[in-house]
């Protein structure tokens, strides 16, 4: 009878923390439970195409001629797509989220500002963006429902909070679905702008003068600074670091053309984003492709902002993975409703993430790659927020030329320099086995048992 109570209680166990194996952001993805790499590349491609990516292309579009509009669009992405699996290779090595990583040259408090930024901007603005847009374009083809805007954009919303909810697996089947019908709708609509504007050639002959091209590009890029700096967050659950260095370019490549569809139909339709598909006489199959695209996106976003929140509370409160998405659930929800769906917002965000996301991926990359080497180091925070901070606002107010580059170089090349001759000198270097939180309310972290 108690070798059978003994048996049960172990099954119990393992079967739990086989059910919370990514609910403590502090262990590492356990081999087991890696995903294949195809769904993986899809679940990229999901997060940066969305009404996001297309808004931006689509508003550049309407500023700046089109063939030097396409290629910021290249140009933006391939940045992106370079330094993301450079920053993706850390995450397969360690198995940990972003945030979690973010402690090594952060230190913790730096570590829960970082995080608590990232859930306030992705949580209600880029979360309630998305499914405003969305809700908005429901509006759009169905008048009637004008009036009630704000409880369309939340019920979408609600509606893209269930992947991130179920997890990685859920979101990346969603995005295997959802995304080849995108990509079909998304070529035939500008196939007949481009068409009904007069052909390829009188869209290329158009010159505009509203945007640099050097802010186009940051615009692209920096659109995705957001998941350049959060993508270990994903990354580790892939195998090896040649998964990462394959499917995430060929990710952004495919992640480049929403935008480069959006420069052409912003350059060829004088409508607002979400009356596009209507205009072009595609109003139904246009909206169920963007309510897929805003819910791959949404869903990552929700995802990693849960993963934000957890870090952020762990000090203080123990927060397993689910229940945290499900808070960022209903904030999105109240982002949505508050109307935040407009097209200068989506610009704001992206200015947003290329500044102060490039800049602390630059710290990341130092830190991982330069002084932790084959060792783990705990930092006292100091050079690190200096650092992202400081280059992060030069890049924010326009100081520094093609601020996505050189913001990243200049903090890759500022961390180690800071680290190396004020805080190590000051304070010593602190060499530790493993990434462990700092807990004011237990002497030591949970199992995953215990979520």
Known sequence: MTQVSQATQVARSKSSREAAFDEDVYEPIPE???????????????????????????????????LPAVWSCVLGYAIAGVIAAI?????????????VLAKGPLAWYGQTLLALVMFTVIGFGSIGLQADAVGRSVCVLYPGLGSSRALVSGIMCAIMMITAIKGIKWMANLSWVA???????SVIATIIAVNSFGGL???????????????????NAGAWGGFVMLITDITRFLRTKAEVYTIVPIAFVLGSIPPICGVLLGATIG????????????GLLGLISIIGIGWTTNDSNAYTAGLALATAAYPWKRMGRTMATTIVAVLGVIGAMTGIGQLKFFEWIAGFHGSYNMSFVGVMLAHYLILSRGREI????????????????????????????????????????????????MFGEKVVSRITPETFWAKAPPSASQF
């Not at 195809?38 to 009404?51: C, E, N, P, Q």
């Not at 409508?271 to 595609?282: M, S, T």
């Not at 913001?407 to 890759?412: A, E, P, Y």
Request: glycine content about 10%.
């Open 32 to 66: 087991e439970r890696k995903v294949h790499w195809a769904s993986i590349m899809m679940a990229f491609v999901g997060d940066w195409v969305s009404l996001y990516s297309v808004a931006i292309g689509y508003d550049i579009g309407t500023k700046l001629s089109c």
């Open 87 to 99: 920053m993706g290779a850390v995450g397969v090595k360690k198995g940990l989220a972003s945030y």
């Open 271 to 282: 409508v607002p984003l979400e009356a596009l598909f209507p205009q072009l006489g595609i």
């Open 201 to 219: 050639q009188a869209a290329l002959a158009v010159e505009k003068t509203g945007m640099s091209f050097s802010r186009a590009v940051f615009l």
């Open 378 to 425: 705990q930092t006292n925070g100091l050079a690190g927020i200096v650092s992202w901070l400081t280059v992060g606002s030069l890049c924010h107010f326009n100081v520094l030329p093609i601020p996505v580059v050189t913001g990243i170089v200049l903090s890759f090349a500022l961390y180690p320099v800071l680290y190396l001759g004020v805080e190590k000198p």
């Open 179 to 185: 995304m080849p019908f995108y990509f079909v709708i």
